[in-house]
């Protein structure tokens, strides 16, 4: 087995401030992903990337930066941090069985902006 | 394009009681779908999953029901108990291939004793 951990557990933060989430997993998956989550919604794709070095766009790329520095490990910066902000976001890495992808999530962070 | 919709938004039944839980999706060319469980403050679980081959799968007391034809996904809970109270979401891949899934909008159960 394997796990996805994601730092921090809890970020505070001030408008408009840069602010860098990251997420690393010890699965050896290949492809792995950002989702924003808002209270008692659903998850919305920011970014995902299917190897070292890749970056896709998600339906909410927008006002986000991410960076894939090796294959364990994937970050998010959120540019410009908006007031009342408040969601969390949750990292995942997907298996690929020879093309069906099954995708396995991290703990989650979550971001309040003051 | 995938669209997915998911209902109802909160469902609430009494422990032993049963519960359904159904998704629509658009694209014909689905092909894997995921039912995921989310605890009050936790991340998500991968509860099932079923290819489009399979109509039906079975496990921890839940049932998923697949019907291609009309591009609907149910979660069927036998015997409601209470370690069952979370919100859950249904996921479609759409295209052998794809990375991404579209997930559905969740449906928040609870577990009335």
New interface residues.
Partial sequence: GGIITQTPKFLIGQEGQKLTLKCQQNFNHDTMYWYRQDSGKGLRLIYYSITENDLQKGDLSEGYDASREKKSSFSLTVTSAQKNEMAVFLCASSINWGGLYEQYFGPGTRLTVL | GEQVE?RPPHLSVREGDSAVITCTYTDPNS??F?W?KQEPG?????LM?V?SSTEINEGQGFTVLLNKKDKRLSLNLTAAHPGDSAAY?C?V?SN??????T????T?LTIKP
């Fill in positions: 998911q092909y894997y995921f995921y936790a991340s998500l679980q991968l999953k290819f979401f996921a891949s052998y291939g794809n990375e991404k899934i997930f559905g909008a969740g928040k």
